[in-house]
């Protein structure tokens, strides 16, 4: 008996001893996760490039099944590019984060296209966040140029590329460069 009695109080000692380091290591790295968090949303990507994104937060990144050899059986194929598009809960979450990343004003999510800068049409990587941003839908920048312009840039692209009027990378580089300019670059228009 003597032996239960001094047993108890070790069990408990250990036990609390095991409870406070469980609430301690809960108490520490419950701050340091959200620390972690804010630290990602804080970050700062400039909005001065519009309408092109900030080349530092999104410099395009391109999808290594698709080069030159491959267009006619991945870009050039009717149905390519919706088949590798990412769900929309996938870009939808990005979108947000993003959003405050770039510090818009207007977090409306309707008010933004979350655009693959270089197109999945041009072998675009269709997942990598560094190639995804929330372009605005609306004008902007000196020459008051939308996402919809963008698309048309980007469509006469594609068209080229799948002529043979133009290879993939140059069309990649114009278009992650400067797509405002990407068309005349490549003598395009």
Known sequence: MLRAHRIAPAVSTVVLAAAA?????????????????????DATCSQAYLPLPD?????GATNPDVTQDTIDSTICVAGYSTSIRPSTSYTNRLKVQQIAQYGYDDTSTADYEE??????????????PNNLWPEPRY?????????????TVEYKLYRAVCNHQVNLVPAQQAIATDWTTALSVLGLG
Do not use: Q, V, Y
């Open 115 to 128: 655009d693959h800068f270089i197109p999945l049409s041009l072998g675009g990587n269709p997942t990598d």
């Open 21 to 41: 380091l469980a609430t301690a290591g809960t108490a520490h790295a419950a701050p340091t996760a959200a620390a972690h968090t804010r630290a990602a949303l």
């Open 55 to 59: 080349p530092s937060c999104t410099p």
């Open 139 to 151: 004008a902007t920048g000196t020459g008051g140029l939308s996402s919809t312009d963008k698309d």
